[in-house]
């Protein structure tokens, strides 16, 4: 499979497991997707920020170590992002707390900008800057893709000009097509609800593919929906048809599913 120009931009955090894993990782969703490209054998850059702390260099030394592109990641004012993650007695994750610090009011300068304008695919992760720089790549005819479930503020949150959108949601089969018609509705071209345990399904004009999870025993569900995105992106781009696009994102997240964060490493007690 041809490899491509990548660029992943937003979020980048330390995740803070709670008992009874106790370790931190270096994650958030743009990170873990630039990564989990990488590993899959593309040309990878990230674009974000941290802070200047240790974290920070941690971050970028992570990033460096599977191959990505870091000469975009800004070291800014603020503290590197932080998730306090509480681990429940079932093995579910459920986020405790935010700290977005360097990562908030990040944007691409204009150098930047048109660096992205070249890439082959440009995935948005979280975002605060009101869907500018969806906006101005789907104008300059770039491939797009955001996941809208790691966003909140509802000026974040439009799908217009995107290629891809990817959302999650534990919602019946039924009300998750209703979701991804309503996407599509709004103008993104392809609309893909991430179900959990229930599988995913994934929506065109033209097309409708659904899958089941494969399942694996589960060590970490943190960062399994980058990893999904990163591997449908994976097929996709090579033009595979929807359905093998998601059966190549069910299993990269299976495999994520299987050691701690959203891609290998050793991690740091905390």
């Not at 994102?249 to 701690?260: I, S, V």
Request: aromatic letters at 4%; proline letters at 3%; one cysteine or more.
């Amino acid at each position: 499979m041809s490899s491509f120009r990548f660029a992943a931009v937003g979020d980048n955090c330390i995740d803070r497991l709670g008992a009874p894993i106790g370790r931190s990782l270096v994650g958030g969703n743009a990170l873990n997707v630039a990564v989990q490209l990488a590993r899959l054998g593309h040309d990878s850059f990230y674009f974000g920020a941290v802070g200047c702390d240790a974290d920070g260099e941690r971050t970028r030394a992570e990033l460096a170590a599977n191959r990505v592109a870091v000469e975009h990641l800004r070291a800014g004012q603020g503290s590197t992002a932080s998730t306090d993650i509480k681990v429940l007695p079932s093995g579910e994750r459920l986020i405790a707390a935010e700290d977005f610090g360097a990562c908030a009011g990040y944007a691409p300068d204009q150098a930047e900008l048109a660096i992205l304008r070249a890439m082959d695919h440009v995935h948005i992760g979280w975002l605060d800057d009101g869907g500018a720089l969806r906006r101005h790549l789907s104008r300059a005819g770039v491939s797009v893709s955001q996941d809208i479930s790691v966003n909140a503020d509802p000026a974040d949150l439009g799908v217009e000009g995107l290629r891809i959108v990817f959302c999650s949601t534990e919602q019946r089969r039924a009300a998750a097509e209703a979701m991804a018609a309503d996407l599509l509705s709004r103008g993104a071209g392809c609309a893909v609800v991430m179900r959990g345990a229930e599988g995913s399904m994934a929506l065109t004009a033209r097309e409708r593919a659904e899958t089941g999870i494969r399942p694996v025993e589960v060590l970490d569900t943190t960062g399994a929906g980058d990893s999904f995105i990163a591997g449908f992106l994976h097929a996709w781009l090579a033009r595979k048809p929807l359905l093998q696009c998601l059966e190549s994102g069910r299993d990269h997240a299976a495999l994520a599913c299987r050691h701690l964060g959203g891609f290998p490493q050793a991690g740091m007690p905390h």
